[in-house]
Nanobody, 125 residues
């Protein structure tokens, strides 16, 4: 069982930066693939970025490549998302998710086992 709590959301102007953090409970955090998803009003939840259990492999949505960076610290049970050059279209609720499978970083939200409560990110133009 893993419990996830996100923090760091807020309001930022276009072109600005924001960092999100996800704190996980449980002793087996290092065994999970971790990812960030986001969901804008009226839209389906979409994959943003993911990182494998060791942190040696990452995957990003095309829309955020070169702007967002995902990282994890297994000693602290945290996974972070640094977001730079933010755009109004990045506005959404951002969710941290954990997958206990062995297939690497998956982009389908339905395959993730645990979710945080979400944190709002709003980018003004």
């Amino acid at each position: 069982q893993v419990q996830l709590v996100e923090s760091g959301g807020g309001l930022v102007q276009a072109g600005g930066s924001l960092g999100l953090s996800c704190a996980a409970s449980g002793r087996t955090f290092s065994r999970y693939v971790m990812a960030w998803f986001r969901q804008a009003p009226g839209q389906e939840r979409e994959f943003v970025a993911g990182i494998n259990w060791r942190g040696g492999s990452t995957n990003y949505a095309d829309s955020v490549k070169g702007r967002f960076t995902i990282s994890r610290d297994n000693a602290k049970n945290t996974v972070d998302l640094q977001m730079n050059s933010l755009k109004p279209e990045d506005t959404a609720v951002y969710y941290c998710a954990a997958d206990s499978g062995l297939l690497g970083v998956l982009t389908n939200f339905r395959l993730y086992d645990y979710w945080g409560q979400g944190t709002q990110v709003t980018v003004s133009s």
